[in-house]
Nanobody, 115 residues
């Protein structure tokens, strides 16, 4: 079965950086678009970034453009480089794979940005 495991979250001061990773298994990784979402306390889950199967095309939420970079490699890993972090970036970050009509999610990794 499809498994997605995030790592790399933690606590950082405003202006700092973190790199999230997502290890995927149970799927032919190179066939599917992948993405990152996040959910802050009391808020709905929101889109962060997405990347095409080849990695040649990326898309970002407006508030992340220029600060976050999504990437992937052939070792079945997805990454999110986050720079210039702000307190409002505090959330649980989730890795996503959409296969046909099904969405698969990891367990999430907590990112906390202090002022």
């Amino acid at each position: 079965q499809v498994q997605l495991v995030e790592s790399g979250g933690g606590m950082v001061q405003a202006g700092g950086s973190l790199r999230l990773s997502c290890a995927a298994s149970g799927l032919t990784f190179g066939l599917y678009a992948m993405g990152w979402f996040r959910q802050a306390p009391g808020k709905e889950r929101e889109f962060v970034a997405a990347i095409s199967p080849s990695g040649g095309s990326t898309r970002y939420a407006d508030s992340m453009k220029g600060r976050f970079t999504i990437s992937r490699d052939n070792a079945k890993s997805l990454y999110l480089q986050m720079n210039s972090l702000k307190p409002e970036d505090t959330a649980v970050y989730y890795c996503n794979a959409r296969i046909a009509i099904s969405d698969y999610w990891g367990q999430g990794t907590q990112v906390t940005v202090s002022a």
